[in-house]
């Protein structure tokens, strides 16, 4: 309690603007730095923020205890001091504007650090196609995340209880995450292996039930080109379970011989044909192949955050070329914890190392029994 007093009087880190919002609340809770972020679209014709983002702050607020939230009367800037991680078992209504997944990954940072196991039941939106969906998250991400020790003792668990396609959503995701005890562990993913085989599940809900078959087969007379150790699971939801909205969309995830994943997907957009999205998600595979790395784009901020939050030795990972998001995300680690990364181009390939020293990172909030 002292040290995070302590953390409160530290002088607030300022930014101007909508964007990376996310990283901003989630960077403040774990540094204990209070953010103050102005100008939010202020020369918008609706200015303020927006109701994920305030949906976010919501949900960051039943997470943890003490956090103060102000937002000014135009909603142009928003001042947030963090509280302490508590976890538990809540609820949490998702504004249909973004996916289930856009506040599920934001959340990845903070849910392990409780004072409690934390256990989330999630409605909304379940795909959409501009955020992760909660298929990557729980057949990509959470892999991902046992190289820290997360999960290795009680497990994470992803569990889709109703798909919810856009604009009406619909669904339901259940998330539990068990809590660390002390601190995780450092990485070294540097081995990228060869690829062994191709998972995926191709969705569909509302729909006819051939849709998932005709996603499949497009995509594999793409993908057998390159190996046959392809299984494409049709999952078709009907019933109680499809949400209030017809959608469709194929997530395909590439494993290697040393364990790693890449990963690609597309959620349907009004016009798009299966069979065109089956070969425009193949294709977005075989790109993701190309660039290479032990992590994939859109995972890759969040193996930098838990990079800088392992324990005071050096941590390295190999990857593929850095997305903008994920240089942003760079910048606020370093504004954040003082954490600089280096990065050296891989000779002979398209990758990149980046090596850190984490700042040992300790759960303060568990329970001491």
Not at 331 to 341: I, K, M, P, S
């Amino acid at each position: 309690l002292f040290l995070h007093k302590q953390h409160q009087r530290m002088a607030p880190v300022k930014f101007k603007g909508a964007t990376h919002f996310r990283q901003r609340i989630v960077c403040s809770v774990l540094s204990g730095k209070t953010v103050v972020i102005d100008e939010i679209r202020s020369n918008d014709t609706n200015p303020g923020v927006r109701d994920f983002e305030a949906s976010f702050l919501r949900l960051v607020d039943k997470i943890t205890n003490g956090s103060k939230i102000l937002i000014s009367t135009t909603g142009t800037k928003v001042s947030f001091t963090p509280g302490l991680i508590v976890g538990g078992k809540i609820t949490h209504d998702c504004s249909l504007s973004r996916s289930i997944g856009w506040f599920l990954e934001g959340i990845l940072g903070l849910a392990p650090f409780g004072k409690e196991a934390l256990e989330i039941e999630f409605t909304g939106v379940t795909n959409d196609d501009q955020d992760i969906s909660v298929d990557l998250i729980r057949t990509v991400t959470i892999p991902l995340l046992k190289n820290f020790g997360i999960g290795e003792e009680d497990k994470v668990e992803i569990k889709v209880l109703k798909r919810g396609a856009p604009p009406l959503g619909g669904g339901a995701v259940r998330f539990k995450c068990p809590m660390v005890r002390g601190q995780i562990k450092s990485i070294q993913l540097l081995d990228e292996g060869k690829i062994r085989r191709i998972r995926g599940i191709a969705y569909s809900t509302k729909m006819s039930p051939q849709t998932g078959g005709r996603m499949v087969e497009t995509a594999r007379s793409i993908l057998n080109k390159y190996t046959q150790d392809i299984f494409i699971y049709t999952d078709h939801y009907k019933g109680k379970e499809t949400g209030l909205s017809p959608g469709f969309g194929l997530s395909l995830v590439a494993e290697t011989t040393t364990g790693t994943t890449l990963s690609a997907e597309i959620t349907a957009t009004p016009g798009v044909l299966p069979e065109d999205l089956g070969i425009d998600t193949a294709k977005l595979l075989l790109t993701e192949i190309a660039n290479g790395g032990c992590v994939d784009t859109i995972n890759q901020s969040t193996a930098l955050l838990f990079m800088v939050l392992c324990p005071d030795t050096i941590s390295k990972v190999r990857m593929g070329k850095l997305s903008p998001y994920t240089v942003k995300y760079l910048r606020h680690l370093r504004e954040f914890f003082a954490v600089t990364f280096r990065v050296e181009a891989d000779e002979d390939k398209p990758t990149i190392t980046l090596t850190c020293k984490g700042i040992g990172f300790k759960n303060i909030a568990k329970r001491v029994y």
